[in-house]
């Protein structure tokens, strides 16, 4: 059973990257003769026409949401998701997928170093 759970793990993976890489493309693509707000702007209103609803059906009645919670979202929304695109997407329409893909690739370096120093987590 566990083979299984492997393959399909390995599978979603290479689907993840295979969708993030074709994201890149399109917005290399879009930002040649679109503005690079245009394409923050779509990315966001596909987020919340998907996901949205997704969460009111999945989590309906109880969502269990704190004031903190709350809190933690909007600042997660606006900084990583509003400004961290802006900034990328600006990145791929002035030096190229292939230059910026590897410079955002680094997230996960820098949030661990994040969280060891803001939130006192230990490297695993």
């Known amino acids: 059973m566990i083979e299984y759970i492997h393959l399909i793990a390995i599978v979603i993976s290479l689907m993840a990257s295979f969708l993030n890489a074709a994201q890149t493309m399109f917005i290399r693509f879009g930002t040649d003769k679109g503005e690079t707000i245009d394409a923050v702007f779509i990315t966001m209103m596909t987020n919340i026409v998907v996901i949205i609803p997704a969460v009111l059906i999945i989590y309906y009645p109880t969502y269990n949401l704190t004031q903190g919670s709350w809190l933690a979202f909007i600042a997660a929304g606006t900084l990583g998701t509003l400004l961290g695109r802006v900034c990328f997407y600006s990145g791929i329409e002035k030096i190229g997928a292939s230059r ?21 987590e230990s490297i695993t």
């Open 100 to 120: 910026a893909t590897p410079i955002i690739a680094s997230n996960a370096l820098i949030a661990t170093i994040l969280g060891v120093i803001v939130l006192g």
